[in-house]
């Protein structure tokens, strides 16, 4: 059953989470990329950036820019004129750089430490597990390693397909050598763009498999920071144990700002959407001159707690990702069940 629509009074006018697709360029062919194979190539201009931080500069309270792409580190003078424009913004702000960290480079490095950007890489697993679903692992190991030695913390983010969930725990290891690693997050796979492409053959993890994943990747965390000075973080663990310290009582749940109307996604060629996953998808192209607080997203982008008989999170569910349950087929929808109920239990048995 798809939830209802929101309503009118959940529907925030402050834009809190800005994403900048900076370009359409890309020099990997990730098996399952959102966005597929983009005919041409588009870079953001500086009439788009200067509208959407208009936008945003419109709202209140904290914001969070996040640069993306294609792959933003093939255009860095874009990278320096939103990082500038942003410095004229009013209200408080954060700002990230999502790269495949290929093409990470001395200039680019400048730019992320003169203007703090918090840096995410897309990162699969071991070095061969990498060049299987994404190509040049090498040159990602590379970029890790300039990191590394300018000392800029980095996080990683890794897409969890049947190819990798049973070596999360290696990619773990993997990061225990890098000091400025900070943290793991998991994307399970979302069926939209390559992954829908026959050729690629992308297969979604198995409840069972998601589950001794899961884990693994837990115990070898455990493990690996009682060595470290600064742990290694796993983003979705953090989330589970949060809501399970959360005031049950409180209103609904939403997965994230999209499922409240307070993300905008901007593509390279002025076209405004919901989300990152959305974004390209014609059906959810927003009017960039309407007030973005009169939007109603539609049901598959709106979620709210479901709570389901004596799960642990039962009143305290943080949800799924509103585009994932739209793309993703429905025997595919409840991994994410497995995934937090699998975390709430590590959380317990830590207790």
């Given at each position: 059953?798809k939830?209802?629509?929101?309503?009118?009074?959940?529907?925030?006018?402050?834009?809190?989470?800005?994403?900048?697709?900076?370009?359409?360029r890309?020099?990997?062919?990730c098996?399952?990329?959102?966005?597929g194979?983009?005919?041409?190539?588009?870079?953001?201009?500086?009439?788009?950036?200067?509208r959407?931080?208009?936008?945003?500069a419109?709202?209140?309270?904290p914001?969070?820019?996040?640069?993306?792409?294609?792959?933003?580190?093939?255009v860095?003078?874009l990278?320096?004129?939103?990082?500038?424009?942003?410095?004229?913004?009013?209200?408080?702000?954060?700002m990230?750089?999502?790269?495949?960290?290929?093409?990470?480079?001395?200039?680019?490095?400048?730019?992320?430490?003169?203007?703090?950007?918090?840096?995410?890489?897309?990162?699969?697993?071991?070095?061969k597990?990498?060049?299987?679903?994404?190509?040049?692992?090498?040159?990602?190991?590379?970029?890790?390693?300039?990191?590394?030695s300018?000392?800029?913390?980095?996080?990683?983010?890794?897409?969890?397909?049947?190819?990798?969930?049973?070596q999360?725990?290696?990619?773990?290891?993997?990061?225990?050598?890098f000091?400025?690693?900070r943290?793991?997050?998991?994307?399970?796979?979302?069926?939209?763009?390559?992954?829908?492409?026959?050729?690629?053959?992308?297969?979604?993890?198995?409840?069972?498999?998601?589950?001794?994943?899961?884990?693994?990747?837990?115990?070898?965390?455990?493990?690996?920071?009682?060595?470290?000075?600064?742990?290694?973080?796993?983003?979705?663990?953090?989330?589970?144990r949060?809501?399970?310290?959360?005031?049950?009582?409180?209103a609904?749940?939403?997965?994230?700002?999209?499922?409240?109307?307070?993300?905008?996604?901007v593509?390279p060629?002025?076209?405004?959407?919901?989300?990152?996953?959305?974004?390209?998808?014609?059906?959810?192209?927003?009017?960039?001159?309407?007030?973005?607080?009169?939007?109603?997203?539609s049901?598959?982008?709106?979620?709210?707690?479901?709570?389901?008989?004596?799960c642990?999170?039962?009143?305290?569910?943080?949800?799924?990702?509103?585009?994932?349950?739209?793309?993703?087929?429905?025997v595919?929808r409840?991994?994410?069940?497995?995934?937090?109920?699998?975390?709430?239990?590590?959380?317990?048995?830590?207790?």
């Amino acid at each position: 059953m798809k939830p209802p629509p929101l309503p009118h009074s959940a529907v925030p006018q402050s834009i809190n989470y800005l994403i900048l697709a900076l370009t359409t360029r890309c020099n990997l062919r990730c098996r399952y990329c959102y966005h597929g194979d983009t005919p041409g190539r588009q870079d953001m201009g500086s009439a788009t950036l200067e509208r959407a931080f208009a936008r945003a500069a419109s709202g209140s309270g904290p914001l969070h820019i996040q640069l993306t792409g294609g792959e933003p580190c093939l255009v860095p003078d874009l990278i320096e004129e939103a990082c500038e424009r942003a410095r004229s913004l009013s209200r408080p702000y954060t700002m990230g750089l999502q790269s495949n960290g290929t093409c990470l480079t001395p200039e680019v490095i400048e730019l992320c430490r003169t203007f703090g950007l918090q840096v995410g890489i897309s990162l699969d697993g071991s070095p061969k597990t990498q060049q299987s679903l994404r190509g040049q692992a090498a040159e990602t190991l590379r970029g890790l390693m300039l990191l590394e030695s300018e000392q800029i913390p980095f996080r990683v983010t890794a897409v969890v397909s049947g190819e990798n969930v049973g070596q999360l725990d290696r990619l773990a290891w993997l990061l225990s050598a890098f000091r400025q690693a900070r943290g793991i997050g998991l994307d399970l796979l979302v069926k939209k763009g390559s992954a829908e492409n026959v050729e690629y053959k992308p297969i979604p993890a198995t409840a069972e498999a998601l589950k001794g994943g899961v884990c693994s990747l837990t115990k070898a965390l455990a493990a690996i920071n009682t060595q470290r000075k600064i742990p290694l973080r796993l983003r979705e663990w953090d989330l589970v144990r949060r809501m399970l310290h959360r005031d049950r009582r409180m209103a609904p749940r939403n997965f994230c700002q999209a499922a409240q109307g307070g993300s905008l996604a901007v593509h390279p060629d002025g076209r405004w959407f919901p989300c990152n996953q959305t974004l390209g998808d014609e059906r959810f192209v927003i009017d960039p001159e309407a007030n973005y607080s009169s939007v109603i997203l539609s049901a598959e982008l709106s979620t709210f707690g479901q709570d389901c008989g004596e799960c642990p999170l039962s009143g305290c569910c943080p949800n799924d990702c509103p585009s994932r349950l739209l793309y993703n087929p429905p025997v595919v929808r409840t991994l994410a069940c497995t995934l937090y109920q699998t975390l709430a239990s590590a959380s317990m048995a830590d207790q």
